[in-house]
């Protein structure tokens, strides 16, 4: 029997996920766990797999559109089901499929006629509309643009013409930030007509060439839409700097021992290892030695782990994520540079998998690559606490014998949860961490 298939929550507490890449076309057969569609999450790229075998009848949503959870995405025909059973199976599920946002991405619609209204400033498109699939619509000229039903609604209320807008999605789809920027160039130029029609029998000083602030600023800015990622990353930290009880404990660490030992075990090693894996080492080992830390906040409990599995904070061009490395107690220094280069680029690549971000009780955060010597992490919700790691710097010291010196030394500062880790405990990890980034030799134990 035909079968809508629905767009899944793939992480939870998501409402909406993108089409990244279809893996299938109509027509194909496909047996189960066969990848049907790559979907694109905040951080994240999951797979979809088909739960059945059959032929896939129809794909109706177009590759990056956005989708909310719940939606229909596809058809999936039974066996012996012939292209005939879509419809009814569309219409079983409660899917429309006469001009709405479930039609196929290759069906064309009519763009239909409309009185034309008076225009509509950018601010008054609705924020929360989503835009989920791009119908082909014909114009003037033989020539076919592709643009949602909400664009073309929102295009219709606000009396522009599609063939106006230059399109940014893919294929040149129009999509609504681009409406949304068309409208707004529009106001700006309206604003500036009348900024420089003088109203009749004003004052002279009213006649004065001076631009509203708004037109002045527009050649100084440029709004950048929000991606996926962003906005995961507004949402989730917002809700930890407001919601977590953050206090932060600083130590000054010596690594004159740990930056030798990295330079003699680099003069052999087949693989470079970088102060950042002596860190995870050393965090991993910390955590070892006091087993209390290594914990998350579980709501109406703290649940504590045996193993040890740290969130390694990477830059990509689209923001902040945090592959989880698992198991850091138990790996070499020369598996942990390997497994953290990996999977760093595939954070880069967006090719990370949701299973690889999800879990991990701490954090690290390191910037002394970028030469920061010192600052403090936002706390990853539920992890107990984020390491932040600045650059080794030569300072000042006095050794045990009351003699000045100058020493290489680096400035760590943890960010700890309140709800989870008193200051005694935090202070006591903190301490547990300084004595094996000082005393190198204890992290390869």
Same mark, same amino acid.
């Given at each position: 029997?035909?079968?809508v298939i629905r767009m899944p929550e793939v992480l939870a507490g998501a409402t909406e996920a993108a089409i990244q890449t279809w893996l299938v076309a109509e027509g194909a057969r496909v047996a189960v766990d066969q990848g049907l569609a790559e979907i694109?999450?905040?951080?994240?790229?999951?797979?979809?797999?088909?739960?059945?075998t059959g032929t896939i009848g129809r794909l109706l949503v177009a590759e990056g559109a956005n989708v909310s959870v719940g939606e229909p995405i596809l058809v999936l025909l039974g066996e012996g089901e012939s292209a005939d059973a879509v419809g009814p199976a569309l219409a079983s599920a409660g899917v429309q499929t006469t001009g709405d946002a479930t039609a196929a991405p290759s069906t064309p619609?009519?763009?239909?006629?409309?009185?034309?209204?008076?225009?509509?400033?950018?601010?008054?498109?609705?924020?929360?509309?989503?835009?989920?699939?791009?119908?082909?619509?014909?114009?003037?000229?033989?020539?076919?643009?592709?643009?949602?039903?909400?664009?073309? /609604?929102?295009?219709?209320?606000?009396?522009?013409?599609?063939?106006?807008?230059?399109?940014?999605?893919?294929?040149?789809?129009?999509? /609504?930030?681009?409406?949304?920027?068309?409208l707004a160039s529009h106001d700006l130029a309206?604003?500036?007509?009348?900024?420089?029609?003088?109203?009749?029998?004003a004052p002279a000083a009213a006649l004065a060439p001076t631009p509203p602030a708004a037109v002045i600023q527009s050649a100084h800015f440029e709004d950048v839409p929000l991606d996926r990622m962003r906005k995961a990353i507004a949402r989730r930290l917002t809700e930890s700097k407001s919601t977590v009880p953050h206090f932060y404990l600083v130590a000054d660490c010596r690594v004159d021992a740990l930056l030798e030992l990295r330079r003699t075990v680099n003069e052999t090693a087949s693989r470079k290892i970088s102060v950042n894996d002596f860190v995870l080492k050393a965090v991993a080992g910390a955590l070892v030695d006091l087993p209390v830390a290594n914990a998350v906040w579980n709501g109406d409990s703290i649940r504590r782990f045996s193993s040890v599995d740290i969130s390694v904070a990477v830059a990509t061009e689209g923001g902040l994520t945090t592959p989880v490395l698992r198991g850091v107690e138990r790996l070499s220094l020369g598996e942990i540079s390997a497994t953290v280069s990996e999977m760093a680029g595939r954070a880069r690549e967006g090719k990370l998998k949701q299973h690889e971000l999800e879990?991990?009780?701490?954090?690290?955060s390191n910037l002394g690559m970028y030469g920061t010597t010192q600052f403090s992490a936002i706390l990853n919700p539920p992890q107990s606490g984020i390491l932040a790691v600045g650059a080794a710097r030569a300072t000042p010291v006095v050794g045990d014998d009351g003699e000045l010196s100058v020493g290489q030394v680096m400035t760590v500062t943890l960010s700890a949860d309140h709800r989870v880790l008193d200051g005694a405990v935090a202070a006591q990890w903190l301490a547990a961490f300084q004595r094996r980034i000082e005393n190198p030799l204890t992290i390869l134990i």
């Open positions: 029997m035909a079968e694109e999450t905040d951080k994240a790229i999951v797979e979809l797999t088909a739960e059945a619609v009519a763009a239909s006629t409309a009185v034309t209204p008076e225009p509509t400033s950018a601010a008054s498109l609705s924020a929360g509309a989503t835009e989920v699939s791009a119908p082909a619509v014909d114009v003037d000229g033989g020539r076919r643009l592709f643009a949602s039903p909400l664009v073309r /609604r929102l295009a219709a209320d606000a009396g522009v013409a599609l063939v106006d807008i230059s399109g940014t999605g893919p294929q040149g789809r129009i999509v /609504r930030r681009d409406l949304e920027r068309h309206r604003a500036a007509e009348e900024s420089a029609s003088p109203t009749p029998n879990g991990g009780s701490f954090s690290v």
